[in-house]
């Protein structure tokens, strides 16, 4: 309820991690809003921690669902919860649905419905972000492990996947039209990965620490159609007179530990070179559309909007072409300081070269379940730098003295927040 204030002792010994709203079931009065926690446990007040003590990192709503959300955590998990089943009162019970190439699916044992519904096991390491794709049929989610998995999400099988670099990926956005996904994460790189190719199809260079957060602009218009002189719109132009479309253009930006914000430019010449060959992650069966049997009859499980994997056809979202002069805020703010603060850099591909280029790491054994990064690089899974074209931001600004951790667009603006807790919106440039 919007009009009675939260208690706060429930959140004494932990903090909120992250949040989301529902805005498909938002209204005048009631808001539904998950929180997730520092302790662990679904996010729900008061916290209960018998599922997952690990920090909860990402809680999302399923696309146009009513009680469906899912929360990843530091554990490396995915758990699917019903906000109308309740979590029960010991700790859950699993049994095995499938598994696959570095993921497990678990269901929970019980007669009643009771939550979690479902347990995904991802990767190595801290699940750090996970996106669904516009249609909501596909999960992409980036681990610790530096791999990006992408999941058709009511059949639970691995549709394709990708190594960074080097480190851990902490951030995930997919494109406006659902064919593309972007990265960020330790190696100071974005990377844009085709969902319809199964390959990396770029990488950008331009920050100089880590990315946490990459986003595209879905509200960037297309550039005005050219029209010959002398010409009305009804009249046909001739075969020899006309021009060719503007090329399609993908943007998005990024933002690092480095305190600077990018933007990026994605051409259609760029995602789709001549001799561009489809990779594809192959599937030991096919998609099976809906959830399993055995799962819809102990929990009741509401079906998610999904169906067969989808097959990427229709054209790109036609986005603008124009370069960028300059970011300005919409109301400045005094800095804090007047000392500016160097930015301690972690990681940097700054003396990385083609003949040297090396992944951090002894040579020594590899864990179990774990790529073997050696092998990776160099592949379908990982290119080296210089196997991929390498981008260059339009736009490369330092706009906040502490590390900048969100990263969003608007229709007439841009928004950031820094580590520190301040929120900024930025007018859009021309």
């Known amino acids: 309820d919007l009009h009675k204030p939260i208690d706060k002792r429930v959140y004494k010994g932990t903090q909120p991690t992250c949040h989301d709203f529902n805005q498909f079931t938002a209204g005048t009065d009631t808001l539904a809003l998950l929180v997730g926690f520092s302790a662990g446990g679904p996010p729900c007040v008061p916290p209960q921690r018998l599922i997952d003590q690990s920090k909860v990192t990402l809680v999302r709503w399923l696309p146009d669902t009513e009680r469906l959300f899912l929360a990843s955590h530091a554990s490396g998990h995915l758990y699917l919860y019903d906000c109308a089943h309740p979590c029960g009162a010991s700790s859950p019970q699993y049994t095995l649905l499938t598994q696959g190439e570095g993921f497990r699916v678990f269901s929970c044992k019980s007669k009643t419905p009771r939550n979690p519904l479902l347990k995904w096991a991802v990767g190595e390491g801290p699940l750090?972000?996970?996106?669904?794709?516009?249609?909501?049929?596909?999960?992409a989610c980036v681990s610790q492990d530096g791999c990006l998995r992408v999941f058709h999400f009511s059949s639970m099988l691995l549709q394709g996947m990708m190594k960074s670099y080097f480190g851990g990926l902490l951030c995930v956005c997919w494109s406006p039209d659902g064919r593309y996904?972007?990265?960020?994460?330790?190696?100071?790189?974005?990377?844009?990965?085709?969902?319809?190719?199964?390959?990396?199809?770029?990488?950008?260079?331009?920050?100089?620490?880590?990315?946490?957060?990459?986003?595209?602009?879905?509200?960037?218009?297309p550039p005005p159609a050219e029209t010959l002189p002398g010409h009305e719109e009804e009249e046909e132009v001739p075969p020899a007179q006309r021009r060719d479309p503007p090329p399609i253009t993908y943007r998005f930006g990024s933002a690092g530990q480095d305190t600077q914000f990018c933007l990026w430019d994605l051409t259609e010449d760029l995602l789709d070179p001549p001799l561009a060959r489809p990779q594809t992650v192959p599937t030991t069966k096919p998609?099976?559309?809906?959830?399993?049997?055995?799962?819809?009859?102990?929990?009741?499980?509401?079906?998610?909007?999904?169906?067969?994997?989808?097959?990427?056809?229709?054209?790109?979202?036609?986005?603008?072409?124009?370069?960028?002069?300059?970011?300005?805020?919409?109301?400045?703010?005094?800095?804090?300081?007047?000392?500016?603060?160097?930015h301690k850099r972690y990681h940097s591909l700054?003396?990385?070269?083609?003949?040297?280029?090396?992944?951090?790491?002894?040579?020594?054994?590899?864990?179990?379940?774990?790529?073997?990064?050696?092998?990776?690089?160099?592949?379908?899974?990982?290119p080296r730098l210089h196997e991929v074209p390498l981008l260059e931001p339009l736009v490369c600004k330092k706009i906040a003295q502490e590390r900048l951790t969100v990263l969003l667009f608007l229709e007439d603006c841009i928004v950031t927040a820094c580590q520190e807790g301040l929120i900024c919106t930025w007018a859009r440039p021309g």
Not at 128 to 139: K, R
Not at 322 to 332: C, K, N, S, V
Not at 353 to 361: H, I
Request: charged share 20%.
């Open 128 to 139: 750090n972000e996970f996106a669904f794709s516009p249609d909501g049929h596909s999960l």
């Open 350 to 382: 700054g003396n990385i070269s083609r003949s040297g280029e090396k992944p951090p790491g002894g040579s020594g054994g590899t864990p179990k379940g774990r790529l073997d990064t050696g092998k990776v690089l160099g592949t379908a899974l990982c």
């Open 181 to 221: 996904v972007v990265t960020g994460g330790e190696d100071d790189l974005v990377t844009v990965w085709s969902f319809a190719q199964g390959r990396v199809v770029a990488r950008g260079r331009g920050h100089k620490s880590w990315v946490n957060a990459v986003a595209f602009d879905p509200f960037t218009k």
């Open 287 to 342: 998609p099976i559309p809906g959830l399993p049997r055995s799962l819809s009859r102990s929990n009741s499980l509401p079906q998610p909007g999904g169906g067969p994997c989808p097959t990427p056809g229709a054209p790109p979202a036609h986005l603008g072409t124009g370069r960028f002069a300059t970011l300005t805020p919409r109301e400045r703010r005094a800095p804090p300081g007047t000392a500016e603060k160097e």
